[in-house]
């Protein structure tokens, strides 16, 4: 079991794995060495009473169990900073969970929480639980604070919040968080001590996820902190399925015109300037015919990064609209800075060098630009960036074609 333990953490995680047989092992280890974390079994040869699991608490070592029963012990440390969880060897996904478990502690450190509670008290036992899991904590005490905290930090993918506070109760608080943060980007875990059963049904209707009666075990409440987290993990990754191009990681057709809505009430909002751009890569059947279609995929992956970058650094959406095409839109630009930026676009992909069966494939790429017309929706928009593709291509190809050098003529 600690062979393919180890093994597979190695290959997964890419961390450094030290197995110790036995108890006098590890304890020559922590002599001299403190690791980020440590995964024990409950019975060793030369420890059969939980005396390993002991050593790495006192030594305060994160600490996995993994173990054949749970005893009074276990709970018990449970309670404490460095025992982080417990899985029992014979449940079937028991390795898959515990590389699961792993990676979170290791690599998903930077997961924002925020604890609301007016007695601090009450919040450090939960802020402990949080830090045992490397969760980043933030703290209020007040329904105000909280709310302050949010708008400084949209990051923040979970709120536990107390019901009974001064300033505005949790109830009240959830409601607030609900106008401006939906159930599938933040959730909300309401916590009482009240006695009333009615209370949980409350929060959950005013748009809590989860609801957590005092005194709680600790364990419990890790838990539904991890469920919660989870599903909100679960839901980001359908998201983005459902947003994304599976060949080039850019949004997709649908996702562009739900994103592009957004964008159009923005300018209407503000009455700002926008320009939309379509781009097309030059003679691409030709690539697809002469070096076939992994070839043709490779390049559309090539243009992609070069637009992903470029995105990235100026500010602007991008989509893969179809096939070899793809679309843009700028907001807070003048048309001459777009311009700047669709012929930087433009000179990239020229450099684009993409091998294939030991011949560099090279490709250039057409790109008509248009003004937002506030008072026409996005596909009249489209079809006056189009237009001005037409004309990049009839021109030439290989170029940006505006509609501002109507005006410069």
Known sequence: MAMLLRKRLEA??????????????????????????????????????????RLLVDKNIPTILFTTRIDPL?????????????????????????????HKFLCDRSVPVLVVDDQRSSRSPLVEILKRQNYRTFEASSGTDALKILMDNEDIELVITDYQMPDMDGYRLTRKIREVRPA??????????????????????????DFIYRPFIAEEVQCRINNNL????????????????????????????EASHIKLEGLHGSGGEGSVAMLDID???????????????????????VLSEIALRKKF?????????????FTGMSSEEVHEVCEEIRQSIAKIRVIHDETVVTVTASIGLARIQLDEGIDNNLNAADQMLYMAKGGGRNQVFSDRMFLVY
């Open 184 to 209: 599938d980007r933040v959730r909300i875990i309401g916590i009482s001590a009240s006695a009333d059963p009615l209370l949980s049904a409350s929060f959950l209707k005013a748009g809590a996820s």
């Open 74 to 102: 276990v709970r018990e440390q449970y309670e404490c900073t460095s025992l982080i969880d417990y899985f029992l060897k014979d449940t079937p996904d028991a390795i898959n969970n515990i590389i699961l478990q792993v």
């Open 12 to 53: 997964q995680i890419a961390c450094h794995v030290t197995r110790c047989a036995t108890y006098a092992e590890a304890e020559a280890l922590l002599a001299h060495e403190a690791p980020a974390l440590a995964i024990v079994g409950y019975d060793l040869p030369d420890a059969p009473h939980g005396e390993a699991l």
């Open 317 to 329: 959406l991008t989509a893969r609209f179809g096939g070899e095409e793809f679309v843009m839109i």
């Open 230 to 257: 989870e599903t909100l993990e679960q839901i980001r990754r359908l998201r983005y399925l459902a947003e994304r191009d599976p060949l080039t990681g850019l949004y997709n057709r649908r996702a562009f015109f």
């Open 283 to 305: 003679h691409f059947k030709k690539v697809n015919d002469t070096y076939g279609h992994d070839a043709g995929d490779s390049v559309i992956r090539e243009v992609a990064s």
